[in-house]
């Protein structure tokens, strides 16, 4: 009997030692836009979050270069005791979520889990169409994935899905163009392309982190009767509900509502940036994923 109650102590010793805040990791800025969601929606926990923005944009680069990108940078946030990391990317998702899941993850030992952004979204879009019908608005590499129509057809086989590229918005956000000529030509522009595919869509998702941040124009040029999601809420609240499901990761992560954020870059100009994004002030640290 004293063996084993030294056996529990003991174990209850190392999971506390083992706990440690969510990551979240976004190639650049955002993933702030899903983060303040998810610090909304669950302000308990303690929180990382990464900002790769040495190496943005990845809406550009081949599969091979974002998932070997986005394992260095999760790699980084298991290094920081993070058991759970939300990639809080879309290209992210698309392109590196399912090879980590499926090669990285079985080689570690204990717990960790990597989640993404596009199945929080994916399985519940069956909720808001009635046509069934629905558009993504995306950057080049998330469309050309074809993640969202194979995703979505696992959960709702019956709808039909439209997608459209818009490669200048990101370079717009993050070139605080948000209310300039240029940005309103553009976003009516693509909003057109993508709804001369049919004119029964009635849903539109926002599968990029940055293009909430264009929500007013967006809306403007978007038909009244076309529901906008944008993908905050979405993951947030799937976060919630894998938390509840799941106690064992649960029971690893700390709760202190302490946020810690970490960029690739200069810090400076992260924390210049990131109040748009993220809508409050931050300070950042650099942080080198490669040591």
């Known amino acids: 009997m004293e063996n084993l109650q030294r056996k529990a102590i003991f174990a209850e010793r190392d999971l506390r030692y083992e706990m440690g805040p969510i990551g979240i990791f976004d190639s650049g800025y955002g993933g702030l836009t899903v983060f303040r969601e998810i610090v909304a929606r669950l302000p308990e926990y303690d929180y990382v979050y990464l900002g790769d923005n040495a190496r943005v944009p990845y809406g550009t680069r081949s599969f091979e270069t974002v998932y070997a990108y986005t394992k260095e940078c999760v790699e980084k946030l298991f290094a920081m005791n993070c058991h759970l990391v939300v990639l809080a990317c879309n290209t992210a998702s698309a392109k590196a979520l399912r090879t980590i899941q499926q090669h990285d993850l079985p080689l570690y030992a204990d717990l960790r889990k990597v989640l993404g952004v596009i199945r929080p979204t994916t399985e519940v879009i069956g909720d808001y169409t009635r046509t069934r019908q ?101 993951v947030a609240n799937s976060l919630a509900d894998y938390l509840k499901r799941h106690g064992e990761i649960e029971r690893l992560c700390t709760k202190g509502g302490d946020v810690q954020f970490f960029t690739t870059d200069n810090a400076a100009d992260f924390e210049e940036k990131t109040t748009r994004f993220y809508g409050q002030p931050v300070k950042a640290s650099e942080l080198n994923v490669l040591i």
């Open 134 to 234: 629905i558009g993504i608005l995306a950057t080049r590499g998330t469309v050309k994935s074809g993640s969202y129509p194979i995703e979505i057809q696992k959960f709702f086989p019956d709808i039909r899905v439209y997608q459209h590229a818009c490669p200048l918005w990101v370079p717009l956000v993050e070139n605080n163009e948000l209310d300039s000529a240029g940005a309103a030509y553009f976003v009516e522009k693509d909003i057109k392309q993508l709804l001369q595919q049919s004119p029964d869509i009635d849903t539109v998702i926002l599968a990029c982190t940055h293009y909430p941040l264009l929500l007013p124009l967006i809306k403007r040029f978007m038909p009244p009767h076309i529901r906008v999601l944008a993908q905050g809420q979405l």
